[in-house]
Each structure stands twice: as structure tokens, then as C-alpha cells.
């Protein structure tokens, strides 16, 4: 079955400096990724896609994500972080089952970004 | 465009009660899906509408129904609560068509079960 897996629990970064969130999938075909962000007491709101094409994808914000099909990884990343970053980040890919949309989400990453 | 909407937005409820929560998509949006997020399990797929058809169903038992209505706002239900069902509830709908599109969540209703 697919998975994504999140290995941390939190990160903690300076304002000012590079971020990674890291995220590793699992599936028997083809991908397609997600990353959301979520702020206390919000919904979700999403980031950026990786279907298929360039391995670098751009997103809102900012935020960036390589897809790295050897690694099985599509880390999130962002050249420079700003304190109103922090927030809780979810890595998620489609189900493969059928016509379906259901997303199978990461147990998400809490970034702190210190003044 | 309106975002999804979600109603209402906290709920407590005692052990045994049933609740009703709604969803309305974006504009245009046909196909609705439920998430459950708890600290405990995260976030877990409950249910997928499209056309007022269940098109996916996550492992969750069947106290908990859903249904779409023509105009794609979903409802979804939870019988004889328990303690375990305090979670917040998202509702996500996406455009359909050929491409894989994100979808976009609502607020969530916060459901506390006592």
C-alpha cells in the first residue's frame, strides 16, 4: 500500500536561513505528491503538486519541493524563512486505487522559525 | 471564488448523540472529500462524493455516513458518538477533469465529544 513518511517531527530554523521539510512516499507506480500547510485553527491550504515533468516544482509562498525518484523523496524546501512560515506541514500522495481522489497524508512536520 | 465552507465551525456533543456536518464546495467543484484529523492518527480519509455518489470510502465504521446533495454540499453524519470521535473534520473539494488537481480544504468543524 502507499504511504508518505515525514521522519520529523519538528524543525527548527532561524529566519533568515534555508528550510527542508522532508518527505518520503511509497508506491507501486507513479506518484503524485502533494504538500499542504496548515495554521492553528485553519484547514489545510495547499502548497504545491508533483505529477509528473520537471523535478523541481514551484509553489505558493515561496516554497519549493524536489522530486527525487531514486531517493523516493520530495523534500519542501525554501531559500529563506520568515517567522510567519511557522506553521504545520503535511506531505501527501493520491491513493493509486481507481478513480479516486483520496489523499494519504504524512504525520506532518511542525516548523518553528525563530526570530 | 468563495473557498469551501464548513458548518458550523465547533460542535460539543455528549457520548450516544449523533451529529450532522456540512460542507459547501467551491463554486463549479463536483467532487467533495472528508478528512478526519485527530493528534492521535492524524489525517485519515473518511469519504470521497462525486455526483452524489460515494466514490471512496476510508476504514472507518459505519456510524459514519456521508451523502452529496445536486448542488455537490455534502453532509456527513455521525451516530451514537463516542469519546473518540472529538476530532476536526475537513471537507476538501476539487475542479474535475483530466488533471490531477489539488484540493482545496475547508476551515474544518471542530466536533468535541463529552
Known amino acids: 500500500a502507499q504511504s508518505v513518511a515525514q521522519p520529523e517531527d519538528q524543525v527548527n530554523v532561524a529566519e533568515g536561513n534555508p528550510l527542508t521539510v522532508k518527505c518520503t512516499y511509497s508506491?507501486?507506480?507513479?506518484?503524485?505528491l502533494f504538500w499542504y500547510v496548515q495554521y492553528p485553527n485553519r484547514g489545510l491550504q495547499f502548497l504545491l503538486k508533483?505529477?509528473?515533468?520537471?523535478?523541481l516544482v514551484k509553489g505558493s509562498y515561496g516554497f519549493e519541493a524536489e522530486f527525487n525518484k531514486s531517493q523516493t523523496s520530495f523534500h519542501l524546501k525554501k531559500p529563506s524563512a520568515l517567522v510567519s512560515d511557522s506553521a504545520l506541514y503535511f506531505c501527501a500522495v493520491r491513493d493509486e486505487g481507481g478513480a479516486t481522489n483520496k489523499l494519504i497524508f504524512g504525520t506532518g512536520t511542525l516548523l518553528a522559525v525563530q526570530p | 471564488k468563495a473557498g469551501v465552507t464548513q458548518t458550523p465551525r465547533y460542535l460539543i456533543k455528549t457520548r450516544g448523540q449523533q451529529v450532522t456536518l456540512s460542507c459547501s464546495p467551491i463554486s463549479g467543484h463536483r467532487s467533495v472529500s472528508w478528512y478526519q484529523q485527530t493528534p492521535g492518527q492524524g489525517l485519515q480519509f473518511l469519504f470521497e462524493y462525486f455526483s452524489e455518489t460515494q466514490r471512496n470510502k476510508g476504514n472507518f465504521p459505519g456510524r459514519f455516513s456521508g451523502r452529496q446533495f445536486s448542488n455537490s454540499r455534502s453532509e456527513m453524519n455521525v451516530s451514537t458518538l463516542e469519546l473518540g470521535d472529538s476530532a476536526l473534520y475537513l471537507c476538501?473539494?476539487?475542479?474535475?477533469?483530466?488533471?490531477?488537481?489539488?484540493?482545496?480544504f475547508g476551515p474544518g468543524t471542530r466536533l468535541t465529544v463529552l
Open positions: 508533483y505529477i509528473t515533468g520537471d523535478n
Open positions: 508506491v507501486s507506480g507513479n506518484p503524485y
Open positions: 476538501a473539494s476539487r475542479s474535475t477533469g483530466t488533471n490531477v488537481n489539488e484540493q482545496f
